[in-house]
């Protein structure tokens, strides 16, 4: 009656089922990292000189370096752009 789909019925739909999730989740992901790399989005999103004037503003409320180290080093950062 069920000739050659006797033993193979219930193997093909449980890791069949499981490998076409695992496909379908490959092919979204991978159509959202194409859309994020297309569009051009940096993971930061920030300016590079606002960074490292707000860790020169935290070194030097730490006490790490004095004032005239850090004038002029913010001054070197604000001239470059």
């Known amino acids: 009656m069920w000739g050659d789909w006797a033993?193979?019925?219930?193997?093909?739909?449980?890791?069949?089922?499981?490998?076409?999730?695992?496909?379908?989740?490959?092919?979204?992901?991978?159509i959202a990292a194409l859309v994020k790399w297309l569009s051009g989005s940096?993971?930061?999103g920030a300016d590079p000189a606002r960074d490292a004037?707000?860790?020169?503003?935290?070194r030097y409320a730490r006490g790490e370096?004095?004032?005239?180290?850090?004038?002029?080093?913010?001054?070197e950062l604000l001239n470059k752009r």
């Open 7 to 30: 033993g193979h019925g219930w193997g093909w739909v449980l890791f069949g089922g499981i490998h076409m999730l695992f496909f379908w989740l490959l092919v979204i992901l991978a």
């Open 42 to 44: 940096d993971s930061r």
């Open 65 to 75: 370096i004095d004032r005239d180290t850090y004038r002029e080093m913010k001054d």
């Open 53 to 58: 004037l707000e860790v020169l503003n935290e």
